[in-house]
C-alpha cells in the first residue's frame, strides 16, 4: 500500500475527523479565520477537506466550551482564539512528540 493510498484511506480519513477540533485551534492559534478558509487550508495541508457537517459543529463545540469566540465582519463569522483557547494549543504543542510517541508504543504493543 503506497502513502497515497493510506492518506485516502477511510481510516486515516476518521483519524483526522477525530483531529479537527485541535486543527482549528491550530489553525486559529495564528490567525482568526472564518469556516471555508479553515476548510480550504486543511485540505491544503492534509489532502482532506472536511465537510461543513464536520467543522461547523466542532466549531460550536469549542465555542462552547469558551475555546474559541466568533464575531461578524462584513457579514461573514470570523473565528478567534480564546486566551483560554491559546493555553490549551500551548500545552498541545509541548506535549506533541510525546503523546504521538505513546500512540505509536500503544499501537504496537496491540
Known amino acids: 500500500m503506497s502513502k497515497s493510498d493510506i492518506l485516502r ?3 486515516a480519513r476518521d483519524f483526522r ?3 479537527l477540533k485541535f486543527f482549528i485551534l491550530k489553525m486559529l492559534d495564528k490567525e ?3 469556516g471555508y478558509a479553515m476548510m480550504n487550508r486543511i485540505e491544503e495541508v492534509c489532502g482532506w477537506k472536511p465537510s461543513s457537517g464536520s467543522l461547523y459543529p466542532a466549531l460550536l463545540n469549542l465555542s462552547t466550551q469558551g475555546l474559541i469566540k466568533v464575531k461578524v465582519v ?5 473565528y478567534i482564539i ?9 500545552g498541545l504543542d509541548q506535549n ?3 503523546g504521538l ?3 505509536s508504543r500503544i499501537f504496537k504493543e496491540l
Do not use: C, F, Y
Open 101 to 103: 510517541d505513546e500512540i
Open 17 to 19: 475527523k477525530g483531529l
Open 9 to 11: 484511506n477511510e481510516m
Open 96 to 98: 506533541l512528540e510525546p
Open 82 to 90: 480564546t486566551p483560554k483557547g491559546k493555553q490549551l494549543v500551548a
Open 74 to 78: 462584513a457579514m461573514r463569522k470570523v
Open 32 to 34: 482568526d479565520m472564518h
